[in-house]
C-alpha cells in the first residue's frame, strides 16, 4: 500500500455567497484571525504527514501564491527591527509543505477541478480537501481518513449527518453499518443535490475525501451533473456502486468558509483561543451577551 503524501485543495470558485467582498479578495484569502481560511487546509494536511499539496485556483487569485512564498521585503523589514520572531513565522509558513499551484481556467465543477490534479497526483492515492470546509479537530482530519484507508484499502469520504435542508445543497449516502466500527461505514451509492423523497440518509460528503487515481478514468468519462458541472459526488458514486467506499463520520467542527457567519464563527472560536485576541474578545462576548 502506498503511503500518502499528496492532497488537492479545489480553490478556484467564485465564492458569490461571500459577495461583495469575494469580488475583490479569493474568499479563501479571508482571514480568520491573523492567517487566510487556506492557511488551515494546509496546516492540516502537513500535520497529516503530506508533504505535497496543489492548490487549484483561477486568475484572480494570485494572493494564495504569494502567501505561501517568502517576501524578502517583509523579511528585510522585520529583521531590521529586530522582529525575528515574526520573520521566522513566515519562513515557517513559506516552507511547511510544498504547494504547487495550478489554474481551472474555466469553472466547470469540482469534478472537473480535480481532474486537472491528475498529472500531479499520478498513480498514488491523494487526499481532496474542499476549499470552503474548515474543520477544527483534535486528530486532523486528514490523518482520521488515512488511518482509515491504511485499514480498508479502499476510498474514504468525510461525511457528518446533516438536516433535510442541508441534504438538498450537498448530497446523500446509502451506507451500511460495519461489526465493531462506531464512525465507519460502507457506503454503496450516493446523490448530488437530492431532492426531497430521493436521500438515502442524513449523511452528507463534507469537506474530504481521500481517493485513489482510478477516478480520473471516471471524471475523463463524466456527463455534466448538477447545475450543468461536473460534480466529483458523480465519480465517487460510481466508485461507490462498483467497489464500495468507506465513508468516516470524522471527529471536528466544520465551518462553511464559503458562508458569512461560517467565517464569522471560525473568526469567535480562533480569537478565543489566540494569546493576543482570547481576553479582549472573551470580556467583549460577555458584555454583548447581556444585550441580546
Known sequence: MKKITKAVIPAAGLGTRMLPISHA???????????????????EA????????LII?????????????????????????????????????ADMANVFFLRQKETKGLGHAIGRACSFVGDEPFLVLYGDDIIFSKTPVCRQMIDVYEKYGKPVVGVKPVTPEQLTKYSSLKVDALPGEDRVTFCTDMIEKPKPGEEFSNLSVLGRVLLTP???????????????????????KKMAREGGVYALEFEGDRYDLGSKSGLLKANIVKGL????????????????????
Open 25 to 43: 479578495v479569493p474568499k479563501e484569502m479571508l482571514p480568520i484571525v491573523d492567517l487566510p481560511a487556506v492557511y488551515y487546509l494546509v496546516e
Open 214 to 236: 482510478e477516478v480520473f478514468d471516471i471524471i475523463d468519462a463524466l456527463e455534466p451533473g448538477a447545475g450543468g458541472e461536473y460534480q466529483l459526488t458523480d465519480a465517487m
Open 57 to 93: 485556483t483561477n486568475r484572480d487569485k494570485d494572493a494564495m501564491e504569494s502567501f505561501f512564498d517568502l517576501s524578502i521585503e517583509y523579511e528585510n523589514a522585520l529583521t531590521a527591527k529586530g522582529k525575528l520572531a515574526e520573520a521566522k513565522r513566515l519562513h515557517e509558513i
Open 273 to 292: 483561543e489566540h494569546p493576543e485576541t482570547r481576553d479582549d474578545l472573551k470580556e467583549f462576548l460577555r458584555e454583548i451577551i447581556k444585550t441580546l
Open 46 to 53: 502537513v500535520k497529516s504527514g503530506i508533504t505535497d499539496i
